[in-house]
């Protein structure tokens, strides 16, 4: 089963709007870890935001937020006032507690696309 | 502070031939993991290193195999490359081994191509 499940593919949005990229995991791990990266086309991955298992709010980087749904297993990311160097591929990711180490899974990516 | 580099940004290769590539983490960071990235399987991890030793490994051929050294840099070497081997190689550095530790920072990576 897919441990990470990203469903957009691609992603269009308006500059200055708030956009939401969906993002559902799969453990039965207890501990556990979410990441979102940013990879835009030069290839590097941008580390946004971090939300842990057993954190009681939802994490928030400057524009970007975590809308943590736990029962859900849900970990969509939020972005703010897109802006145009918005446009790139997302990735969603978990690290589990069991896996041990710094290994995480990823999500297939959204590709999200601001337009003027 | 600098972030992690790798080394080269790109390459091509010929079938057969064997390849290294070079990570170096930002400064105080022990754990480097490497992971490959194609257009058909997305982000796969290959595996990681924690004090000069391997830590986890994902599902590779043996071809694929790495090491660290006492500063930490870390190299991995695929040998008797395969047209399929052609992809964007990234490296991980983060602090600690700590499983739910948030910083896990990457390079610009290595994208390799092989004909």
């Known amino acids: 089963a897919q441990k990470i499940t990203q469903t957009q593919p691609g992603m269009f949005v308006q500059e200055k709007e708030a956009v939401t990229l969906d993002c559902t995991y799969d453990?039965?791990?207890?501990?556990?870890?979410l990441f979102w990266y940013k990879q835009p086309s030069s290839g590097e991955m941008i580390f946004l935001i971090y939300?842990?298992?057993?954190?009681?709010q939802n994490a928030t980087e400057g524009r970007y937020s975590l809308n943590f749904q736990k029962a859900r297993k849900s970990a969509n990311l939020v972005i703010s006032a897109s802006q145009l160097g918005d446009s790139a591929m997302y990735f969603c990711a978990m690290r589990e507690r069991e896996t041990s180490g710094s290994r995480l899974t990823f999500g297939e990516g959204t590709q999200l696309t601001v337009n003027p | 502070k600098a972030g992690v580099t790798q080394t080269p940004r790109y390459l091509i290769k010929t079938r057969g031939q064997q390849v290294t590539l070079s990570c170096s983490p930002i400064?105080?960071?022990?754990?480097v993991s490497w992971y490959q990235q194609t257009p058909g399987q997305g982000l796969q991890f290959l595996f990681e290193?924690?004090?000069?030793?391997?830590?986890n490994k994902g599902n590779f051929p043996g071809r694929f195999s790495g090491r660290q050294f006492s500063n930490s840099r870390s190299e991995m070497n695929v040998s008797t490359l395969e047209l399929g081997d052609s992809a964007l190689y990234l490296c991980a550095s983060s602090r600690t081994q700590q499983v739910v530790f948030p910083e896990a920072f990457f390079g610009q990576g290595t994208r390799l191509t092989v004909v």
């Open positions: 290193y924690f004090s000069e030793t391997q830590r």
């Open positions: 400064s105080g960071h022990r754990s």
């Open positions: 939300q842990g298992s057993y954190d009681q």
């Open positions: 453990t039965s791990d207890p501990s556990y870890g």
